[in-house]
């Protein structure tokens, strides 16, 4: 489908022999609570490594938020802003990245209004993160916000005209959600929307302090916004193999998140902690203690350029400001196109 499509990278534009032009990325985060360290690694530190070969509009998606906290909103921008320091932190150049807070943006609350009026609610009562929210938050009387989850991030994709969304595994079939609505679109009114593609991320989900998927949502997080001292209180508190009951019990380095984690932030020494953990030689106790050290290790230098960028509030706004800016022009040729192939413009 892409291939077809004229700018796209592969095709060069005969009249004006213009260079190929990148390829388009939108991935986001929501404003639910502060960034962790599975974010970090699973997200921001791969969209870092993308922002050279393509154009990147990195998102922070408040109204996504809104879905799950609209009792009390009176943390999201605060959220908001703490996310745009970590997306600094980690690297994310505002000169070849745009930052894009969702709500500064128009475009994406206005296609995602009108993307809700061609898709089925069947296709929404299906996914299985509607079922698993309501059910992990208690939500008896659930929004049509929330249900309207996927709508809105399948505009926040297409008003890009995105050629790749990059997901991890577990993500893809959100992905097909916001193709089969793009194919709905296209057939209804035209060739607009580009179907994106996936862009698999290989990163092992990293483990919260309970052994769960760390997550915003289970409140097992070491946050990235977090302080040595909040490492060296949080890792002792975390889930170890609960067949390893003292010291010299025999472990399973593979079922401990303590390992997990060591093997993420220390590859060289995890294959002697293995050893020694699988014979018996290394405690849990002692273990964490050796990691709390090297995840403050790991941290130290991103710790700095984040106190670094939280200090300078203006330099955050201008950032801000000119993501919006330029979402604002790149959604506004999406929207043109829409409008006018609904025969509304
Ligand atoms: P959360 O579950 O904390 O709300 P999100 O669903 O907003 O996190 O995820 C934002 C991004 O961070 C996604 O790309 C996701 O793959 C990545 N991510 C979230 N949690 C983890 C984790 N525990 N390990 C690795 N990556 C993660």
Redesign the pocket.
Same mark, same amino acid.
């Given at each position: 489908m892409s291939s077809l499509r004229p700018g796209n990278p592969a095709c060069y534009n005969p009249l004006t022999m213009s260079q190929p032009r990148k390829k388009i990325i939108f991935?986001?985060?929501?404003a639910?609570?502060r960034?962790?360290?599975?974010?970090l690694?699973?997200?921001?530190r791969n969209w870092v490594r993308l922002q050279d070969e393509y154009e990147l509009y990195a998102g922070i998606v408040d109204l996504h938020s809104l879905t799950t906290t609209f009792d009390d909103t009176s943390e999201v921008l605060e959220n908001v802003r703490e996310a745009a320091i970590d997306y600094l932190a980690a690297g994310l150049d505002p000169d070849k990245t745009a930052i894009v807070i969702q709500s500064w943006v128009p475009a994406h609350a206005e296609l995602h209004t009108l993307l809700s009026m061609i898709t089925p609610v069947g296709w929404l009562e299906r996914v299985p993160t509607y079922k698993e929210k309501r059910e992990q938050l208690h939500i008896a009387n659930p929004s049509y916000g929330l249900l309207g989850y996927p709508v809105l991030m399948a505009a926040d994709i297409l008003v890009y005209r995105a050629d790749v969304v990059?997901? @991890?595994r577990?993500?893809v079939p959100h992905l097909e959600l916001t193709r089969e609505i793009a194919r709905r679109f296209n057939h209804l009114y035209g060739n607009i929307l580009p179907e994106p593609q996936s862009l698999l991320?290989e990163?092992?989900?990293?483990? @919260?302090l309970d052994g769960r998927?760390?997550?915003?949502?289970?409140d097992n997080?070491i946050y990235l916004s977090d302080s040595p001292d909040d490492v060296r209180r949080k890792v002792p508190d975390m889930f170890t193999d609960p067949t390893k009951l003292r010291k010299n019990d025999p472990g399973h380095p593979d079922q401990c998140p303590v390992y997990a984690y060591h093997l993420a932030y220390s590859p060289d020494t995890a294959p002697e902690v293995k050893a020694d953990c699988e014979a018996g030689k290394l405690g849990c106790v002692d273990h964490k203690r050796q990691l709390a050290d090297i995840l403050i290790e790991a941290m130290t230098s991103y710790w700095e350029r984040r106190a670094a960028i939280a200090a300078d509030p203006d330099r955050l706004d201008a950032v801000l400001q000119d993501g919006a800016r330029r979402a604002r022009d790149k959604t506004a040729e999406t929207m043109d196109l829409v409008w006018k192939a609904m025969k509304l413009r």
């Open positions: 991935s986001a985060m929501q639910t609570g960034l962790h360290l599975g974010n690694e699973g997200a921001l990059p997901v @991890g577990d993500q991320t990163f092992a989900l990293l483990p @919260g998927k760390m997550s915003k949502s289970y997080c």
